[in-house]
């Protein structure tokens, strides 16, 4: 694998960035390779910052609740990815409280934000692959989406 370009959400490459913190690009100091920001000026990757890339990795943490900046970030990189014609691999993690609960009625009409950026309940009982794989659907993206599932990993304890 020879990796030519790292992408950062909110809290930055290193998740140090303070919320809702300006997070500008930056080079990785060890190997010397551009951090875009992804939570800056730019949300969505462009053109130019997949030019060198083959394929997109995705591998952030998910709360499992729709107030989550990380999960608007994957819904613009695959959006992004799509209209690039770039492959996407998401690394699904188990959610830190769970998958199976679904809880709070969806996010109203009109308070859409980065913050809350799609129609979800509160919690909304998804991993970040099953969510990504309905992401897809839902857009009718035309996408090449591989979802790396945790081996034995079960949704509730």
Known sequence: VHVTAFFSPEHGFQGEAADGAHV???????SGIVIHSLYGETRKPGRAMLENVDVL???????????Y????????????????????????????VNASDVEGGPLQKGFESFVGPYPLPVRYGQ???????????????????????????????
Request: glycine content about 6%; proline content about 4%; hydrophobic content about 40%.
């Open 24 to 30: 500008g690009q930056a080079t990785d100091s060890e």
């Open 57 to 67: 990795v995705y591998d952030l943490p998910s709360m499992g609740v729709r107030f």
């Open 69 to 96: 900046t990380y999960l608007a970030t994957l819904g613009l990189i695959l959006d992004a990815a799509a209209e690039n014609q770039k492959p996407v691999i998401v690394l699904d993690r188990p959610v830190i």
């Open 127 to 157: 991993t970040t692959g099953e969510f990504a794989g309905l992401y897809v659907s839902e857009k009718d993206l035309d996408l090449d989406l591989t979802v790396i599932r945790l081996k034995d990993y079960r949704r509730t304890a």
